[in-house]
């Protein structure tokens, strides 16, 4: 912090306390504590039970987080592979075919997520290619909604790459292949890796969309979350959430220890 005194810094915690945490942390745990309770009677939720859990770890609802986490992974890694290539593309441009690629790839991200949902589904629905009904419709409108944080991501690490790292390699006679594959792409792993977790944590959450693609053997646990609060389970809605925030936590902490390695080699 750039406060040097102490009675400053408390000052600058306190502050942090009183609007930081009924914001952020407080929602969190009303659902947490929602998700252990039988009834709401009072401020908060009273009746300790675990009850909504042993239901939100089987049958529907398993199969449910098995199909965010297919989804989110299989968008993450398309979304990486697409926003990487398109800003080493980018990157090789002009400055206005990199305005272009920017307003290309920020256009899904512009609008909101249900334009692109009813975008995706009004193109796909016809031949040639024919995807509503199936579950590859879903993964596609995930990708195109992440696809966005993948570009800019790389794009601003790209901006900060020394290019004098990829002079030297070419200058000893490395191919720009070997340059790509040898130098640059490792020295962007750190910035690859946060751009795959902030790509999966994006998709793990999407409703609006999915909402208006998802066929009956394909539903993600957003939801399965949605369809439960609908219809009055708030307490299982809000194990099933918890579920959902525990499995994205997980995959972002194991994405995170990849980054810290990467940084360090």
């Given at each position: 912090?750039?406060v040097?005194?102490?009675?400053g810094?408390?000052?600058?915690?306190a502050v942090?306390?009183?609007?930081?945490?009924?914001?952020?942390?407080?929602p969190?745990?009303?659902?947490?504590?929602?998700?252990?309770s039988?009834?709401?009677?009072g401020?908060?939720p009273?009746?300790?039970?675990?009850?909504?859990y042993?239901?939100?770890?089987?049958?529907?609802?398993?199969?449910?987080?098995?199909?965010?986490?297919?989804t989110?992974?299989l968008?993450?890694?398309?979304a990486l592979?697409?926003?990487?290539?398109?800003?080493?593309?980018a990157?090789?441009?002009?400055?206005?075919?990199?305005?272009?690629?920017d307003?290309?790839?920020m256009?899904?991200?512009?609008?909101?997520?249900?334009?692109?949902?009813l975008?995706?589904?009004v193109a796909?629905?016809?031949p040639p290619?024919?995807?509503?009904?199936?579950?590859?419709?879903?993964?596609?409108?995930?990708?195109?909604?992440?696809?966005?944080?993948?570009?800019?991501?790389?794009s601003?690490?790209?901006?900060?790459?020394?290019?004098?790292?990829?002079?030297?390699?070419a200058?000893?006679?490395?191919?720009p292949?070997?340059?790509?594959?040898r130098?640059?792409?490792?020295?962007?792993?750190?910035?690859?890796?946060?751009?795959a977790?902030?790509?999966f944590?994006?998709?793990?959450?999407?409703?609006?969309?999915?909402m208006m693609?998802?066929?009956?053997?394909?539903?993600?646990?957003?939801?399965?979350i949605?369809?439960?609060?609908?219809?009055?389970?708030?307490?299982?809605?809000?194990?099933?959430?918890v579920v959902?925030?525990?499995?994205?936590?997980?995959?972002?902490?194991?994405?995170?220890?990849?980054r810290?390695?990467?940084?360090?080699?």
């Open positions: 912090m750039l040097h005194t102490r009675k810094r408390w000052a600058v915690w942090f306390a009183v609007v930081c945490v009924p914001l952020f942390a407080l969190l745990l009303v659902i947490a504590t929602a998700s252990l039988t009834n709401w009677s401020v908060l009273s009746g300790p039970t675990g009850v909504h042993a239901s939100a770890t089987r049958g529907e609802s398993l199969a449910a987080l098995s199909v965010s986490l297919q989110a992974l968008a993450s890694v398309a592979a697409v926003g990487t290539w398109a800003a080493l593309a990157a090789s441009l002009g400055r206005r075919g990199r305005r272009l690629m307003a290309l790839f256009l899904p991200v512009a609008v909101p997520s249900v334009v692109v949902g975008a995706v589904l796909y629905s016809r290619v024919l995807l509503n009904g199936t579950r590859w419709i879903v993964m596609l409108a995930h990708t195109v909604l992440v696809t966005a944080f993948a570009y800019q991501s790389v601003a690490a790209l901006a900060r790459l020394d290019p004098a790292y990829a002079q030297a390699a200058s000893l006679g490395a191919r292949w070997y340059v790509l594959w130098v640059k792409l490792p020295l962007l792993l750190p910035s690859l890796t946060a751009a977790g902030l790509c944590a994006l998709s793990m959450g999407e409703l609006s969309a999915t693609l998802y066929p009956p053997d394909w539903m993600p646990l957003p939801v399965q949605f369809a439960a609060t609908d219809r009055g389970s708030l307490f299982t809605g809000s194990a099933l959430a959902l925030m525990a499995a994205t936590s997980l995959v972002l902490l194991a994405v995170s220890r990849i810290t390695k990467a940084s360090y080699r």
